[in-house]
């Protein structure tokens, strides 16, 4: 018998688009069949009191639910925390279609690198989505053996994907570090990633313009220009290739950085990297005027034509994902350190005083959706980017990101006349947030029932999902046998 039977819908992968119904037992997909060929299954033992859950698609797009691999939530930065918790950023997620989430170690020269990943975990436990985590490292360690038994034990332990900041000191690694952990990952299975703008750069530029009095939130791109990002992403694809290393590029978002992506693939350097949906969607004319404070992120929204190549990237495969690089924070939290600020000197605005950060989980979906509309991309590379290659690239696939008998029941079906517009009034973050970042931006095309393994979360505007009931997923990078 069949627990829950996913009936009459269009299936969209990464490759293919059918009708089928999706049969679900337990949490895993049993059956992929033809329009009515599982009813025989349904209610099989309806007098013993098991009843076959049908969750009616017809006229609906069913898909891999998607992952979110790139998250900043209950994270630190300057004083502040953002305003989720892994249960709310659960049900953000969950209405807009993601099934697992992951997020970052918050490693410190106090918390090492196997102590921040088990507090991770233990935060990320309260969700109601399937969690992983990437290992954050600051520096190599006192030694060779110590760093080699850190990203053995991590591989080991299903976390064979790491972060590195090549910016802000408390958090920026030094280059000799980066090569040692490269090697060390090479040689375990692990697979370095990397935050790239550089620090002499920003500092730099960010100097020069408050010295020249420079201080209005459009000033905020500025001190990153896109030499900032293009110096540090030449530099690591340097050491990637110096030692036959992959890497991982996060949220490029300057055509100068694709570029580079594009030329090192064609060179055979083992190189993966997204984008973030800010970059496809908005510019820096959104921070200037008085609401610009609302727009700071790193790294900062840059001009038409780097929106555009970034659209050029997911089309021609030199970006492989989108993500939402979601640190969710209220203008009242963004303006608390620049009022503090102006007590010492008298200086408001100063695009260098807040925190930036941005919302985008829920809106992850409709973001793309969008292109979709607009015939930029195709319904499969949707599912490519937002769930299969997510899947692929962090180690988790074929159990998650894919519709296959055998994988997780992680499921969305999608109504594809629902029109949304992506402002607070139709999203689910807390009544903290106080601004709409998307507005102006509807989709057409939105989920209106998530399942995670077999359990429907999301169902006729509601949410179902329990606190706790994620799980942790064991990820891993070495290529799987076949059975």
Known sequence: MLDLIVKGGTVVTASETFKADIGVEGEKISYIAAAGKLDYLVNKNADKGNITKVVDAQGRYVMPGLIEPHMHVMAPFNNTIDILDFYTASICAAFGGVTTFMDFSTTTKEVPVLQAVE??????????????????FINA???REDLQGTVKKLVEDGIPT?????IYPGVMINDADILKIMKAAKEEGALCGFHAESNAIADFMKQNLLDEG??????????????CEAEAVNRILTFSELLDVPVYFYHLSTKEAVEMVRQAKKRGVKVLAETCGHYLMLTDEKNKGEDGINYLMSPPLRSEEDRIAMWEGLKDGTLSLVTSDNEVFSRKIKEQNLKEDALTNGKIPDFSVPVNG?????????LLMIG????????????EVSSTNPAKVFGCYPEKGTLEVGSDAD??????????????????????????FYEGFT??????????????????????????????LKCSLKPRKEA
């Open 411 to 436: 499921i969305i079906v999608v109504d594809p006349e629902r029109t949304v517009p992506l402002v607070r009034g139709n999203l689910h973050y807390p009544a903290d947030l106080d601004y709409d």
């Open 162 to 166: 790491f972060k590195m900041f090549t």
């Open 119 to 136: 507090e991770r975990k233990a935060e990320m436990a309260d969700s109601v989505l399937d969690y992983s985590v990437h290992a954050k």
């Open 141 to 143: 360690g006192d030694s």
């Open 214 to 227: 420079k201080q209005d939130w459009e000033f905020f791109n500025k001190a990153k220009p896109n030499a």
């Open 372 to 383: 979709v509309n607009h015939g930029i991309i195709s319904l499969n590379k949707l599912v």
């Open 358 to 366: 941005i919302p985008g989980l829920e809106e992850r979906f409709g």
């Open 443 to 472: 989709s057409r095309g939105w989920p209106v029932c998530t399942i995670r393994r077999g359990e429907i979360l999301i169902e006729d505007g509601r949410f179902k999902g329990k606190r706790k009931s994620g799980r942790f």
